[in-house]
Nanobody, 117 residues
Framework: EVQLVESGGGLVQPGGSLRLSCTGPGFIFRSYDMSWVRQAPGKGPEWIAVINRGGGSTYYANSVEGRFTISIDDAENTLYLHMDDLRSEDTALYHC??????????WGRGTQVTVSS
């Protein structure tokens, strides 16, 4: 069973930036559809970005389009989510997810992002 570990969250002011990372020992990110999914307090999961296996096409939710960038660093075998122009509504627990909404999906435990002045 893959163990995905997120990091990079924290407290940031509105308009600021953060870069989240997701690692997994022995896990080859390019072999899977990799998503970032967030969950705000009292709300259900919200899918926000995916990078598809192999070719690496990326797609974003409207709520983050143009502000967030999902990527994979093959040399470091790490999945990233670069977030710019953060807003209070971006406050959530952010998870990296293998094969989101597929039979073999797997979630990391998440990293907390809080946007507040």
């Amino acid at each position: 069973e893959v163990q995905l570990v997120e990091s990079g969250g924290g407290l940031v002011q509105p308009g600021g930036s953060l870069r989240l990372s997701c690692t997994g020992p022995g896990f080859i990110f390019r072999s899977y559809d990799m998503s970032w999914v967030r969950q705000a307090p009292g709300k259900g999961p919200e899918w926000i970005a995916v990078i598809n296996r192999g070719g690496g096409s990326t797609y974003y939710a409207n709520s983050v389009e143009g502000r967030f960038t999902i990527s994979i660093d093959d040399a470091e075998n790490t999945l990233y989510l670069h977030m710019d122009d953060l807003r209070s509504e971006d406050t959530a627990l952010y998870h990296c997810v293998k094969n989101y909404q597929m039979s073999d999906e797997s979630w990391g435990r998440g990293t907390q992002v809080t946007v507040s002045s």
